[in-house]
């Protein structure tokens, strides 16, 4: 087992999906998760970070692991504006607002 003295973790979703996704096309539901965290990836690698998992809407990324930094946090928070800077005006696939929650631990 590694052990990590300091790091950080952040935590994405999107408020509603579950609902949202009651009524949406499977194929069309995949299409628009796609589309979500193909952005997200793309900015997680930007930023140099580790996504750890997504899980339906959950997204996970962790900072300062398997690479020690001593600015983890600092980088999750930029990529967290980053995130919400992108995803701004996201809508699901019959067109109603998806809010997008971020944390940081």
Excluded: C
Excluded at 73 to 88: E, F, I, T, V
């Amino acid at each position: 087992a590694q052990s990590h003295p300091e790091a950080s973790i952040l935590f994405a979703d999107m408020a509603g999906f579950t609902a949202s996704a009651s009524d949406t096309a499977p194929s069309e539901l995949v299409r628009f998760l796609n589309r979500v965290f193909t952005r997200l990836d793309e900015l997680v690698e930007r930023h140099g970070l580790e996504k750890i998992k997504t899980t339906g809407d959950a997204y996970m990324v962790v900072s300062g692991v398997p690479e020690t930094r001593a600015d983890h946090a600092h980088a999750l928070a930029a990529l967290a504006l980053d995130m919400r800077q992108a995803l701004a005006g996201l809508v699901d696939a019959q067109g109603r607002a998806i809010g997008v929650r971020i944390g940081i631990a």
